[in-house]
């Protein structure tokens, strides 16, 4: 699932969407922020959690810096590709 950045709003639960052409807007509650990765329904979630659970060693990092940017790029880069094959 491939959401454009501009019709969507993440919140702790879930997200808000828009669908400019469809004139439709709507919430869905997904539980990302407190699901644990036996709980999850399908391959997002699995992708999601294992992201979320890993950042939270990496709370000192800033959006702002680049050099904090490629780091998250590397580690989720390396969690990932030990596990896509």
Not at 50 to 79: F, K, N, P, W
Request: aromatic share 8%; hydrophobic share 30%; glycine share 4%.
């Amino acid at each position: 699932m491939r959401l454009e950045k501009d019709t969507w709003r993440r919140s702790k639960t879930g997200y808000s969407w828009r669908s400019p052409a469809d004139n439709m807007t709507g919430h869905t509650v997904d539980d990302l922020n407190k699901k644990t990765l036996e709980q999850a329904k399908n391959p997002y979630e699995k992708v999601f959690i294992l992201i979320r659970d890993e950042l939270e060693h990496y709370t000192s990092l800033s959006m702002e810096s680049e050099i904090d940017r490629l780091t998250l790029c590397q580690v989720i880069a390396g969690l990932l590709s030990g596990r896509v094959s």
